[in-house]
């Protein structure tokens, strides 16, 4: 793991999540172990507060979702839930948050890396399934168990596992809440791969550092391109493509990125 930065005065401060600066990586972790990281409304708010500040910051090119104590987040908190008096409205309200913050993970420029150390079960799941990437320790265990609970799968659940695992597994593990382990989930394609813990961090970071280098316009370009195209036409998601070289094409990295390759040298990209 790369030696930590030093923190910027501006740092956002949290109740709900810790944030690591680790060169142009941010690390958002989940910290309320003393309940597995599970969701409160307080904690949806922050977590969009932290996607956004990661966006709008050019230190930053990749951000890793990770969760403190043993768990990367068990869902939502039931016994906070369990005493709360709602309206039907904030109930609704309250139920938008955890979809905002799957497409806000979804549709930051920045590659997402979901490092799941530990339980990833209802929305915890969900935000990892809205990752770029999903990295798990071997005993970690993911899953879907809104049937049991009687409620529903939501945060693109239903159109990106299909995706990722195909028809037939998805159904299996959406209608039965089975839950999987890491090396399961990297045996169907869930996750990108799994580690022993003691070294899932430090393989999100290798990771994050191979993605830090690439262009990040680029980066951004392709992500967009990739988390739509499966609903585009082709046509349509050929002129996209089109449209998106052409932009690149007009970008300061893609100078330095045709005279790196020249010169055979490595490319130092800004962002420009």
Known sequence: MPSESAPSSSLPHYETLLLHPQGNVLEIRFNRPHRLNAVVEAFYTELLQALAYAERSSAFRTVILTGEGRAFCVGADMKEHGGAERSLFQRRQYLQLGNDVCEAIMRLKKPVIAAVNGYALGAGAEMAVACDFILMAEEAQIGFPETSIGTCVGGGVSKVLPQLVGLN??????????RIDGEEAARIGLASASWSGDVLL?????????????????????????????????????????????????TADWQEGVNAFAEKRTPDFKGE
């Open 169 to 178: 597994r998805a159904r299996q593990l959406l209608y039965t809440g089975r």
């Open 202 to 250: 430090s393989e999100a970071y290798r990771l994050a550092a191979v993605l830090g280098k690439q262009a990040p316009i680029s980066i951004a370009m392709l992500k967009r391109l990739v988390n739509v195209g499966a609903g585009n036409d082709l046509d349509s998601q050929l002129q996209q493509e089109l449209d998106a070289v052409f932009t690149c094409s007009t």
